[in-house]
């Protein structure tokens, strides 16, 4: 077409109307057309081959592992080891990303996490936090609900559908993500042995899981659920990507106490014996406990990283209750706050809350039920009222826990 008086073959504007106009074999194409033409292809398409319009995000310090644990001290009482295994496993992680675009000559591999630690202890809640300090994509998945491709539940590769939904489908944000895997220890295999039968729910697992903790491009269904032949799948990198998993591994003691306990000759065999026994277990735990307790060897291998969680005691569940940021009690009285009404704690309640809680044997995730159990008759007949403040006592905690008690039983 002549380069004089060109127009749009799309709206008929000529060159002297537009900023740029771009020339093709027989037709020409103005810049507008062509942002609009843009927007039209972007609405129509599914939300994973979107462009996201972030080009280079830009980059937050990356914080030291001293910063990291000064703020999970504020979120999660207690658990200065797995805070300090944690923040540097993370620091190093991060910090190997940034190595390794600048420098290929040394290719650091990552380090995966496991942690072990009874119900209630914060598994969860220090890697949501470390997730939430760092902004990157988290996702929590459950294991219990995976099982071997083939089978009734969701494929491994569906961890990775909820990573990129939680990085709003932009890929390379997704692959420098944290995804934390609950229940690790109830895919366990069944005995110490290989099984002869198939362990669909348990050792098949862990042998899809091999491939997303060390590192390989993976086919993602970007909707979730299952693979259909005919489905388009997002090619995700998992070698960038940090797994932490958690488990509460019940009955782990024994084999550790089996371990420690077999020293059959020598004189120190009875004091051995009655140390071992009076201390917790769990932090002499080892690589060669997890296999015993059913986790492959390969895969233990692939989480370098094994640290565990204090059982809490009293002192730590009070500190929980109102020293923690986001504590219980701080919510409960924020909510008290938003209707005009003042809500306090007696030492004693406090007291007396801590003491069903260790009881239960559930740990902090205890203390919020009871709490909500106390507070379920006030909440219920506060609003409204023309009372403006409120003690929660000793007598009030045992009246109602009583109350609850007997109606369950």
Known sequence: MPRK???CSFCGRSENDVRLMLNGLDSCICDRCVEQAYNIVQENLPPWEKDSGVADVKKKPLMR????KKVLDEYVIGQDEAKIAL??????HYKRLE??????????EKSNIIMLGSTGTGKTLLAR?????????FAIVDATVLTEAGYVGEDVESILSRLLLAADYNQSLAEKGIVFIDEIDKIARKGDNPSITRDVSGEGVQQGLLKLLEGSIVNVPPK???????QDYVHMDTKNILFICGGAFDGIERKIAQRLNTHTVGYNNVSVRHHVAGTELMRYVQPQDLKSFGLIPEIIGRLPVLTYLHPLDRDALKRILTDAKNSIIRQQIKLFEMDGVELEFAPEALDAIVEKAVQRKLGARGLRGIVETLMTDLQF????????????TADYVNEQLSKSEVIAG
């Open 65 to 68: 592992p001293t910063e990291m």
């Open 87 to 92: 923040s540097v496993a993370v620091y190093n």
């Open 224 to 230: 979730g659920g299952r693979k259909h032949p005919d």
């Open 381 to 392: 007949n506060t609003p409204g009222s023309d009372t403006k403040k409120i003690t929660i």
């Open 99 to 108: 190595h390794n675009e600048q420098d290929n000559d040394v290719e650091i």
């Open 5 to 7: 008086n060109r127009k």
């Open 129 to 137: 936090t470390i997730a939430r300090l760092l902004d990157v994509p």
